[in-house]
């Protein structure tokens, strides 16, 4: 039986979130994050973000492994505007379902 081993990467992984010049978000992952803010900002990037530039970067964490980056990523894409908001305010881990507002019938 063979067993898997998690793969060091020195260099490590970024999660992030951009907020686009419209106010929308945008997140991704990447290994260098100044050049990926730099090829967005350049057009060059992710197609949504190309038709909003200026992009600034209000959101980053780091992460050892890939696996776990791109997890968290998907994580951050699930989440609504306002959980969002909260994560790019400092809030450590947003919890899915926490903040959304009750519709009043």
Do not use: M, Q, W
């Not at 951050?76 to 881990?93: D, H, N, P, Q, Y």
Request: hydrophobic residues 30%.
């Amino acid at each position: 039986v063979k067993r898997r081993r998690k793969i060091l990467r020195s260099a490590g992984f970024f999660v992030y979130i951009l907020r686009c010049s419209d106010g929308t978000f945008y997140t991704g992952y990447t290994k260098d994050l100044k050049a990926r803010l730099k090829l967005h900002n350049a057009g060059k990037g992710a197609k949504y973000v190309r038709a909003r530039v200026p992009a600034k970067l209000v959101y980053s964490r780091p992460y050892r492994y890939y696996k776990r980056a791109v997890k968290e990523e998907l994580r951050i894409k699930s989440l609504t505007r306002l959980e969002k908001e909260g994560l790019v305010r400092g809030a450590r881990r947003v919890k899915k379902g926490r903040s959304r507002r009750r519709r009043s019938r």
